[in-house]
C-alpha cells in the first residue's frame, strides 16, 4: 500500500520557534509538495521539489524553506514561527514528469497551531 | 497563476445526480485537469483525471468542453459517504505549478 507519512499529526509551538515538519514517501516518487491549508482559501502550495536539493516556489512561499537531502524526505522549514502560520499542512507526492500532471498522494496532514 | 473558481457548497440527497464545475481560464496547453475529493482530518485523493471530452471511472465521470476553459466532475448516485469536499486541479500555464481551486463542499442529506 503506497503511503505518505507526515513526522506529527498535532504540533504545537511558540512564537519565534523553529519548526520542522518532515514528509516521507515510500513510492520512489520524483515530485514532492507541501501545501498548507486554511477554511475558505483552499490548499495553496507553498514549495515543491521534482529531484533530491532542487526546489521551486509555490504561491505563498514567504516565511517557509524546504529542504529535500533524500529522494524520499522532504521537510519544511518554518525559521521563526508566527501565529499566522497556524494551519493544516498537507504534503503530497507524485511520479516524475510535469508537476501538477500525476496522482497527486497525499499524507494525513499536520495541524501546526502556533502561540 | 491558474485560477480556478469552484461553487463553495453544495447540497444533495441520496440517489441523486451531483454536477461539481469548476472554472479554469488559464490553463495550460496539454494539461490534464484532475479532481479529489477530501474527507474531514484526512488528505485529499484522487478521482478522476482528464484532458478533453469525457472520462469515465467506477466512482465519477468528467466532462470537458472543446475550449476547455471549465471542467464538471459528474458524481451518480450520491450517498452520505460522498460527503465531502471536492477540489479541481489545473497546472498554471508556463510554470506548471499545481493550482487548487478552494473546494466545493457536498453535503449529501437522507
Known amino acids: 500500500d503506497v503511503k505518505v507519512t507526515q513526522s506529527s499529526r498535532y504540533l504545537v509551538k511558540r512564537t519565534g520557534e523553529k519548526v520542522f515538519l518532515e514528509c516521507v514517501q515510500d513510492?520512489?516518487?520524483?515530485?514532492m509538495f507541501w501545501y498548507r491549508q486554511d477554511p475558505g482559501l483552499g490548499l495553496r502550495l507553498i514549495y515543491f521539489?521534482?529531484?533530491?536539493?532542487?526546489?521551486e516556489k509555490g504561491d505563498i512561499p514567504e516565511g517557509y524553506s524546504v529542504s529535500r537531502e533524500k529522494k524520499e524526505r522532504f521537510s519544511l522549514i518554518l525559521e521563526s514561527a508566527s501565529t499566522n502560520q497556524t494551519s493544516m499542512y498537507l504534503c503530497?507526492?507524485?511520479?516524475?514528469?510535469?508537476?501538477?500532471?500525476?496522482?497527486?498522494?497525499f499524507g494525513p496532514g499536520t495541524r501546526l497551531t502556533v502561540l | 497563476l491558474a485560477k480556478t473558481t469552484q461553487p463553495i457548497s453544495m447540497d444533495s440527497y441520496e440517489g441523486q445526480e451531483v454536477n461539481i464545475t469548476c472554472s479554469h481560464n488559464?490553463?495550460?496547453?496539454?494539461?490534464?485537469i484532475t479532481w479529489y475529493q477530501q474527507f474531514p482530518s484526512q488528505g485529499p485523493r484522487f478521482i478522476i483525471q482528464?484532458?478533453?471530452t469525457k472520462v469515465t471511472n467506477e466512482v465519477a465521470s468528467l466532462f470537458i468542453p472543446a475550449d476547455r476553459k471549465s471542467s464538471t466532475l459528474s458524481l451518480p448516485r450520491v450517498s452520505l459517504s460522498d460527503t465531502a469536499v471536492y477540489y479541481c486541479?489545473?497546472?498554471?500555464?508556463?510554470?506548471?505549478?499545481?493550482?487548487f481551486g478552494r473546494g466545493t463542499s457536498l453535503i449529501v442529506h437522507p
Open positions: 482528464g484532458y478533453k
Open positions: 521539489s521534482y529531484d533530491v536539493k532542487m526546489k
Open positions: 503530497a507526492s507524485t511520479r516524475g514528469g510535469r508537476p501538477h500532471a500525476g496522482e497527486q498522494f
Open positions: 513510492m520512489d516518487h520524483e515530485n
Open positions: 486541479l489545473v497546472g498554471d500555464r508556463g510554470s506548471y505549478i499545481p493550482t
Open positions: 488559464n490553463i495550460a496547453t496539454n494539461d490534464y
